[in-house]
């Protein structure tokens, strides 16, 4: 293939400068001859200096009309204060004179709950109690003051006496009283060596552990694997005087039936 052919199966636009040509003068014909790029410069900052001073004179005269119409706002809303401020006034005067009113009701009506009432016409003077009262409370005491049965001192020996009598009747009785024992109950897991350990043997070595404060209860065996089974005995111990550290040392020295002692369970009663 020549480059002749070549270039005729391109698709190249080769008279696009002719076109923008045309294009150019076209416009150029609408709108009118270009001016040149100095004489436009300068068109356009007298322009926008024109249109600065318009801007400037209208701002100017605009903001002389807004202060009037501000000040006829602002002196509008001061008189409405004003007469808002009087109603006000008006209402605390009337409130304080009611408020007096009332204060001087409620005096009048606590003298009158103080004073007593003389035949229901009104408050009378406060009397003088008389003093007949007073003398027969004098004489009441003086009656009181005569012992007719015994002094005052033989009274109260006579009732420390019965107080030192009752104290030491409690602390007897006290005493009597059996005190409280606490106890707990104590599940164990003695395990054996292996499943030829007579099991027979090894309960009648656990339960041949007797000391003060300790009761064997109930027994049985539990399959623990591999033929071998532990034996889980129950017992019930004073809490003062036998524990748990106490039942393994003595359990685990029958070194020939027991491997190891556990605690399963352990309940106070």
Not at 122 to 149: S, T
Request: net charge negative; hydrophobic share 35%; proline share 4%.
């Amino acid at each position: 293939m020549t480059a002749a052919e070549c270039l005729g199966r391109e698709r190249i636009w080769f008279d696009k400068p002719r076109y923008d040509e045309a294009e150019r003068q076209f416009y150029e014909r609408m709108n009118g001859p270009a001016q040149p790029k100095q004489d436009t410069g300068a068109n356009s900052i007298l322009q926008d200096i024109a249109r600065a001073r318009e801007n400037i004179q209208k701002s100017l005269a605009g903001s002389g009309g807004g202060s009037a119409a501000d000040y006829g706002e602002l002196a509008a809303r001061m008189q409405d204060l004003e007469l808002e401020n009087q109603s006000l006034h008006k209402v605390v005067q009337e409130l304080r004179s009611a408020l007096s009113k009332m204060e001087s009701r409620v005096s009048a009506l606590e003298k009158r709950a103080t004073a007593p009432a003389v035949n229901g016409t009104g408050p009378a003077a406060p009397q003088k109690a008389p003093p007949a009262p007073a003398k027969q409370e004098e004489e009441d005491e003086d009656e009181d003051d005569i012992d007719l049965f015994g002094s005052d001192e033989e009274v109260d020996e006579e009732a420390e006496r019965l107080k030192e009598q009752r104290l030491q009747e409690y602390a007897t009785k006290k005493a009597k009283k059996p005190a409280l024992i606490a106890k707990s109950s104590i599940l164990l897991d003695v395990k054996p060596w292996d499943d030829e350990t007579d099991m027979a043997k090894l309960e009648e070595c656990v339960r041949s552990v007797q000391v003060d404060g300790l009761l064997w209860g109930a027994s049985k065996l539990v399959p623990v694997g591999y033929g071998i089974k532990k034996l889980q005995i129950n017992c019930v111990v004073e809490d003062d005087k036998v524990g748990t550290d106490f039942l393994e040392e003595e359990i685990t020295t029958f070194e020939d039936y027991v491997q190891s002692v556990d605690v399963a369970a352990f309940n106070k009663i």
